[in-house]
């Protein structure tokens, strides 16, 4: 495995060993996020793609461990992430607590890919 996909996971993992250090929904969202992204970008790398600007598209085309719903889901995280930290729109608990499980299974499984 190439260093940079691998130093992604790693730090991908380390986030995600951490992640329930955190309480507030906007921090829990923009950390998992991130550990998706950089699962995703990892994965991008391993398969020769350099640009991550498709994340969401490279994911449907390539990991097909992945169902449609779970790809809705990471495009529904990213823009929840993008406008909380572009437009500081507020983030309530009740997102998180009805997708976590799915968010966990997501990141389980590109943890395996």
Avoid: H
Wanted: net charge neutral.
């Amino acid at each position: 495995m190439d260093k940079i996909p691998k130093a992604l996971i790693d730090l991908a993992r380390n986030r995600y060993l951490t992640i329930n250090e955190l309480k507030e929904p906007y921090r829990l969202i923009e950390e998992y996020y991130e550990i998706i992204r950089e699962l995703l970008t990892a994965s991008m790398y391993n398969s020769g793609f350099k640009n991550n600007n498709q994340l969401i598209e490279f994911a449907k085309e390539n990991i097909k461990t992945l169902t449609p719903a779970e790809i809705s889901l990471i495009e529904e995280l990213r823009i929840k992430r993008d406008n909380l930290v572009y437009y500081g729109e507020i983030v309530n608990s009740e997102f998180l607590k009805t997708r976590k499980s799915a968010i966990d299974w997501i990141i389980e499984k590109l943890l395996r890919c």
